[in-house]
């Protein structure tokens, strides 16, 4: 299963660090949230990324090259102008291929084991449904959620809301109504299919964080030089 990056934002919460450095490039106990990322996956047997990238987008490209020296196979999704999730995700299907593929936001940091994803992939292909999404405790940041979980499968209402982890599990099929080179959010893509019982879901109740402003990167940093003193 091949899984996709998504680092072409602009980070405007995290300015001024991301005017000069791109969000998933800032560091955080020494080492890059997106080469975080990439050895995650890697440790989960994931062997080929897709990462898009935009703003800064270069700098990217020459950290992280072909993913050699992270024992993966790394393509990249030139974007002219940010896409914003769903488009930038259509953007990059040539590079993905037809089968159900993993999609993660560059700049969220979790303890997630990304092999528990292969069932719900082989479940796409095999009834389909269109998505399966990781959601999470509400952070304080943002109390009222996003989605609910009914049996297993996503809903827009219920009586406990979590958070979108930004960690997903997408058919090609569902981002085949937007136009190559378009700008799409992936909420409004999913309105439907979640009102059609067509995207199912999990909770992860582990680590979670949203590195979105500059005091949550500080928070992480903490985070971790405290783990690694400990070990």
């Given amino acids: ?68 020296a992270f024992g993966v196979r790394i393509a990249y999704s030139r974007e002219p102008e940010a896409l914003e999730t769903a488009g930038g995700i259509a953007a990059a299907l040539p590079l993905l291929g037809d089968a159900p593929f993993i999609a993660v936001n560059s700049d969220v940091y979790s303890d997630f084991d990304f092999t528990r994803l292969e069932p719900a992939a082989d479940k796409l292909s095999r009834t389909g449904e269109l998505a399966h999404l990781v959601l999470v405790d509400n952070p304080p940041q943002h109390p009222q959620g996003d989605f609910c979980l009914d049996g297993g499968m996503v809903a827009a209402h219920g009586s406990v809301c979590f958070t979108f982890s930004g ?20 909420a409004a893509l999913l309105r439907e299919p979640i009102a059609q019982r067509r995207v199912s879901g999990e909770h992860h109740g582990g680590l979670w964080i949203d590195v979105g402003t500059p005091e949550r990167l500080a928070q992480l940093e903490r985070l971790l030089a405290h783990h690694e003193d400990n070990e």
């Fill in 167 to 186: 960690i997903g599990v997408y058919e090609p099929a569902l981002f085949s109504a937007v136009a190559r080179g378009a700008k799409a959010q992936l």
């Fill in 1 to 68: 299963m091949k899984a996709m990056i998504l680092a072409a934002g602009r980070g405007e919460r995290m300015r001024p660090l991301s005017e000069r450095i791109p969000k998933p490039l800032l560091p955080v106990a020494g080492k890059p949230l997106i080469a975080r990322l990439v050895h995650q996956l890697a440790r989960c047997g994931i062997a080929d990324i897709v990462v898009n990238i935009s703003h800064l987008g270069e700098l990217i490209e020459n950290a992280l090259g072909s993913g050699t």
